[in-house]
């Protein structure tokens, strides 16, 4: 009885002989030669490497080539190397095996190494019950099963009559002989133990994946391990996880290692499986671990959490949609990150700003889309989330009440042959229309409303005075070409395109002047760098 270890290979030349071998051993562990039984490893069809053929001392001055070919034919020999008691004869029984004796205690989930045993044609499995019991501490006659662990993920069961030199009852069961390894455990299983019997345990072995987590802010740092089985869901990840740290698992989310860099990915991972078609599947354990590269696939042993506020389900579920509220009469009030839902609409997101907003009364609001200082679109209550881009800025304003006014039908409805009032993009620039600036705004025109009455709207929308506006010269842009507008002139022709806008021109500025206050507001997503900020719901 006793235990194994390894030790640290050893480099000789191919004509040496195996009493090198055994004198290098002998320095390694630090007892004579005689105390040694020398043992040829062989690899078996199954793919376990196992004790094989027994090397007496007589044939110690072979070379060392003569059972390389035991392993394949490689250049390694592999080999098991017995420690004898003193005075031991090296010599082993005749028509004896050498198995190796395993004990699992399903209460600890342990499975540990019992020593090596020399058993007849004759001994049956209830023959190693004593030398198992006493080598383990149990009670004297305590009762045992026995399997045969044929590879880490198979098992055979062992009656405790069987003869080992005769075949088992199953079709794949074979004689036990040397090199086969006896894993024993007590009869009596505890209740409620996770893993009750070898084959369950392992099972288990076979799947562990011993997995590190390492906070996300702080990379450097330990981390914390946890041991789980392959094939789990990324819910029952941030479960385990959760309950490890103490945090609540939903509000998890997880991040790979770059296995190169050894530091965090750029992006995290989403909960649900990218999939076409989509299938909603959520990420496995192995699927997280799985790194690939342009030559292959790695697999990596540790992850990167972050505890969010609110759960990763109901984030993903969501898009954050980043707007600036003004005021009625222009003024920007503050900046606001939603989270909504991504299959609603404006009007959701409507109902989710007023309800921040303080007051009894909420006013009518509408959301506008602005690109470099220019208005783009008016976003209606229908329009779906998914229209809102990182592309462009948003504006939620205050509908102002000249606005509302006009576009109030009078009694009776509009007059036959005119046409409905126009939402009118107004955008100031400099120089040329391409060089706009400052805030642009919206105005609905009726029919035939004269520039005079423009001026009037603005001037009292702003709380503007007529020094205000003496640089502002009014214009028609119709595909980037400018058509001045007096005063008494309709605004808007009765042809007009959709794409038409009326732009102000601020005359008297200097280059540089024109240059900073016409510097781009948005760009496209990756010509900047962004910076990461904190969604808490």
């Not at 020999?77 to 699992?104: C, H, M, N, T, W």
């Not at 002989?177 to 133990?193: K, N, S």
């Not at 309800?355 to 006013?363: C, I, Q, R, S």
């Amino acid at each position: 009885m006793g235990s194994t270890a390894a030790i640290e290979p050893l480099k000789l030349k191919s004509d040496a002989p195996l009493s090198e071998l055994m004198r290098l051993v002998s320095e390694a562990d630090g007892l004579p030669a005689e105390r040694h039984r020398l043992w040829a490893c062989t690899l078996r069809e199954n793919g376990t490497l196992r004790v094989g053929k027994y090397l007496p001392r007589s044939i110690w001055t072979q070379d060392l080539r003569t059972h390389v070919t035991l392993f394949r034919g490689t250049n390694t020999l592999k080999v098991f190397v017995q420690e004898l008691a003193e005075g031991e004869s090296d010599e082993i029984p005749a028509g004896g095996s050498l198995v190796a004796l395993k004990y699992f205690n399903p209460a600890t989930k342990s499975l540990r190494f019992v020593g090596l045993h020399f058993i007849d044609a004759a001994t049956r499995v209830q023959d190693l019950f004593p030398v198992v019991n006493a080598a383990v501490g149990n009670p004297v006659g305590t009762p045992l099963l026995a399997v045969e662990e044929v590879t880490p993920k198979r098992v055979e069961e062992l009656p405790a009559d069987r003869v080992f030199s005769e075949r088992g009852v199953s079709a794949s069961a074979d004689i036990i002989g040397t090199g086969d390894i006896v894993v024993f455990q007590a009869a009596a299983i505890p209740e409620g133990v996770e893993y009750p019997t070898v084959e369950s345990y392992l099972r288990w072995l076979e799947s562990r994946l011993r997995v590190t987590f390492k906070d996300l802010k702080k990379p450097e740092e330990d981390g914390v391990t946890i041991d789980l089985v392959s094939g789990l869901d990324y819910d029952a990840v941030t479960a385990a996880l959760g309950e490890k740290l103490g945090a609540p698992g939903p509000n998890i989310r997880l991040t790979q290692m770059d296995v190169y860099t050894r530091k965090p990915r750029y992006y995290p991972l989403s909960r649900v499986y990218p999939t076409y078609p989509a299938t909603n599947r959520l990420y496995k354990i192995d699927e997280m671990l799985a790194t690939y590269s342009t030559y292959a696939q790695k697999m990596s042993d540790v992850l990167f959490y972050e505890v969010l506020d609110v759960s990763l389900a109901d984030l993903e579920s969501k898009t954050k949609v980043e707007f600036e509220y003004y005021s009625a009469s222009g003024k920007s009030i503050s900046k606001h990150s939603m989270l909504v839902d991504k299959n609603g609409t404006v009007a959701d997101l409507m109902t989710t700003f007023k309800a921040t907003l303080e007051g009894d009364e909420k006013p009518n609001l509408r959301l506008i889309e602005i690109s470099n200082h220019k208005l783009s679109k008016i976003l209606g209550p229908a329009e779906p989330i998914r229209m809102i881009t990182t592309y462009y800025s948003y504006r939620v304003e205050v509908i102002p009440a000249d606005d509302i006014v006009a576009v109030t039908p009078p009694e009776g409805g509009w007059p036959v042959g005119t046409t409905p009032p126009r939402a009118t993009f107004i955008n100031h620039y400099a120089r040329n229309v391409y060089h706009t600036f400052g805030d642009p705004f919206v105005v609905f025109l009726r029919d035939g409303e004269t520039l005079a009455s423009l001026k009037t709207r603005i001037k009292a929308r702003f709380e503007l005075d007529d020094a205000a506006m003496t640089a502002w010269r009014f214009v028609l842009v119709s595909f980037n070409t400018t058509t001045p507008i007096e005063d008494e002139a309709p605004v808007l022709p009765r042809s007009v395109w959709q794409s038409d806008w009326v732009g102000i021109k601020h005359e008297g500025m200097g280059a540089d002047e024109v240059m900073k206050l016409t510097a781009p507001t948005t760009t496209g997503r990756y010509a900047h760098v962004e910076k990461a900020i904190k969604i808490s719901g």
